[in-house]
C-alpha cells in the first residue's frame, strides 16, 4: 500500500512538472529577421512601419507573435536589405503597415506548421496615396529535430512563418518603382 | 507523501481548466459597416459543415450570405470569409477553437479577425461557437 502511494504520488507529481515546465515564450524579433539573400532595389527616402492584429504570450498558453515583435522584424529586415534609405520611428515619407490577419497554429502534433497571413499597405504620407498593398501567406513547420519540447517548437514554426513572411514582403517591395 | 500527492494531482487540474476567451481586431480603416453580401469558403478539411453555420449566423444577423467549395464566389460579393477550426476530445468530440477571417470581396484582404477558445469545461456547440466568433467580430 505505502509502495503504491509513493508511485502514485510520484506519477502525479511527473505528470503536473510535464504539464506546467514549458512555459510559452514569444515569437522574438531577431528570429523573426529576414536575410537578403539578394540585393533589392532601393527607394531612395524613408520608411516608417506600423504593425497591428498580433498577440502577446501568456506564459500558460501558446507561443505568439506580438505587434512589437514583428513591427521590430519588419524593421531590421528593412535596414538589412537596404530597400529603403532608411526606417524612421514617425514621420517619415511612406508608411509601411501590417496587419496580422491569420496565424493558424496547431494544438498538437509532432511536426508543428504554423501558416500566416499578413496584409501589407505602403502610403506615400506626402499625397496621403496608396502605393501598395498586397496579402501576403507564408508557413514553416518545425519538426522534432529542431526542439524536443512542443512549446519550443510552436515558437520555432512561428518565427520560421513571420520570417518567411518578411523576406516575401520585401521581395514584392522590391519591385516597386518609386 | 500526501503533501506532494495533492501538489502533483492539483497542477494538471490546474493546467487543465483554462478559462474561455474571445478575442477581435480590425485592420487599420477597415469598416465593415460596408458589408451586406458575404459568401463563406469551406475549409478544404471541414467534413462538419462549419460553413453553412457561418453563413446561417450572418443571414440570422440581417446580411446576404452564401458558402460552397469554390476559393471565390460565382457572383461578386462585399466580404469573403474564412475560418479555422480545432476541435478535442474528451468524453465526446468538442470544437476547442475557431478563428473567422473577414476578407474584402475583391482583393482578399483581411479586414478583420476573431477567435474563441472554449476548453472542454466551458465548451459550446458548433453553432455558439460560430455565434459567439461572429459576435466579437462585428461588435
Redesign the interface.
Known amino acids: 500500500m505505502r509502495t503504491a ?2 508511485c ?10 510535464t ?2 515546465a514549458g512555459c510559452a515564450t514569444p515569437a522574438t524579433s531577431v528570429a523573426m529577421t529576414a536575410t537578403s539573400a539578394t540585393a533589392v532595389h532601393q527607394i531612395g527616402s524613408d520608411v516608417s512601419v ?1 504593425v ?2 498580433g498577440k502577446e504570450t501568456s506564459s ?2 501558446a507561443s505568439q507573435i506580438s505587434d512589437q515583435a514583428f513591427a521590430q522584424a519588419l524593421r531590421d529586415s528593412i535596414e538589412k536589405s537596404g530597400l529603403f534609405a532608411k526606417v524612421s520611428p514617425s514621420g517619415a515619407r511612406y508608411k509601411l ?1 501590417g ?1 496580422i ?2 496565424v ?1 497554429q496547431p ?1 498538437l502534433g509532432f511536426s508543428l506548421t504554423v501558416k500566416m ?1 499578413v ?1 501589407y ?1 505602403l502610403v506615400d504620407t506626402q499625397s496621403g496615396t496608396t502605393l501598395w ?1 498586397k ?1 501576403i501567406a507564408s508557413q514553416y513547420t518545425a519538426k522534432t529535430g529542431e526542439a524536443f519540447a512542443a512549446v519550443k517548437r510552436l515558437r520555432l514554426a512561428n518565427e520560421g512563418a513571420a520570417r518567411e513572411n518578411i523576406q516575401q514582403a520585401i521581395a514584392a517591395m522590391a519591385t516597386l518603382t518609386l | ?1 500526501k503533501r ?2 495533492r ?6 487540474i490546474v ?2 481548466s ?1 478559462c474561455a476567451t474571445n478575442n477581435a ?1 480590425r ?2 480603416d477597415a469598416n465593415l459597416s460596408k458589408l451586406k453580401t458575404f459568401y463563406v469558403v469551406r475549409l478544404p478539411e471541414d467534413g462538419r459543415g462549419i460553413e453553412k453555420l457561418i453563413a446561417a449566423r450572418l443571414t440570422a444577423l440581417g446580411y446576404q450570405s452564401a458558402s460552397g467549395d469554390a476559393t471565390k464566389p460565382a457572383a461578386p460579393v462585399d466580404g469573403i470569409v ?1 475560418y ?1 477550426d ?1 476541435w ?1 476530445w474528451d468524453l465526446t468530440m468538442y470544437m ?2 475557431l ?1 473567422i ?1 473577414i476578407r474584402d470581396g475583391t ?4 479586414l478583420a ?1 476573431g477567435e474563441v477558445m472554449r476548453p472542454s469545461l466551458q465548451r459550446k456547440s458548433p453553432e455558439g461557437m460560430v455565434e459567439e466568433t461572429l459576435g466579437v467580430i462585428f461588435k
Do not use: H, W, Y
Not at chain 1, 502514485?8 to 512538472?17: C, F, M, Q, W
Not at chain 2, 501538489?7 to 494538471?12: D, T
Open positions: 502511494n509513493r502514485l504520488a510520484l506519477a502525479s507529481l511527473i505528470a503536473g512538472v504539464l506546467t506600423a497591428s492584429g500558460t498558453g503597415t496587419f490577419g491569420k493558424d494544438l497571413e496584409s499597405t498593398t496579402d | 507523501m506532494v500527492l501538489i502533483g494531482m492539483l497542477l494538471p493546467m487543465l483554462a481586431t485592420a487599420p474564412t479555422q480545432r478535442m476547442i477553437k478563428d477571417q482583393s482578399g484582404a483581411i479577425k
